[in-house]
């Protein structure tokens, strides 16, 4: 799968068309300033070795916001507005009243892709069986992938090692370049 499909999406994406992901951390002390963000530029550094060394452009953006309902739905609605083809969301999966990130994007969500989350809650959870608690979500709203997943650097290296199993693929059918 993983080659075929990137060579794929670099018929379809290249250094001229770049794929767009957007980062957003949720997190009240980050967006305050009292802690520094390290779930996304965890991601970040997942989304550029998943395209390292191949010939796909890609346009990543970041945003910081706090745990707020109507702020993280205007965002997710101007990437998908926008073409962006996958945001990533970090932070607010628990279970505290202030995390709010999967109920919001279920609520936008055109579909869901619940096997990818289950699959990565199973398999961390066998160890840490906290790990079942989290509240991840994948999902898809018009042409644009939606991840939420833990804010946690180790949360954030655990999920995007599933997650970039089934990327490529993902973006080539939601894109026609491939079938499921």
């Not at 892709?113 to 069986?129: A, F, H, L, S, T």
Request: proline share 5%.
């Amino acid at each position: 799968m993983g080659q075929r499909d990137l060579g794929r999406l670099a018929e379809q994406f290249g250094s001229t068309n770049p794929i767009h992901i957007h980062i957003i951390t949720m997190s009240d002390r980050a967006h305050k300033g009292e802690y520094q963000d390290q779930g996304g530029p965890a991601i970040r550094v997942a989304i550029e070795n998943f395209f390292k060394d191949t010939n796909i452009g890609v346009n990543i953006t970041n945003t910081i916001l706090p745990d707020e309902a109507a702020q993280l739905k205007a965002a997710l609605r101007d990437a998908r507005d926008a073409g962006t083809h996958a945001v990533f969301t970090t932070g607010g999966t628990g279970l505290s009243p202030r995390d709010i990130t999967p109920d919001v994007v279920m609520r936008m969500a055109d579909t869901t892709i619940p096997g990818i989350m289950e699959v990565i809650r199973v398999k961390y959870g066998m160890d840490n069986p906290r790990a079942a608690l989290s509240r991840t979500v994948a999902a898809v709203m018009g042409q644009t992938l939606v991840y939420t997943i833990p804010g946690s650097p180790k949360g954030v290296v655990e999920y995007m090692e599933e997650i970039m199993k089934t990327f490529d693929h993902l973006l080539c059918v939601l894109h026609g370049v491939a079938e499921h």
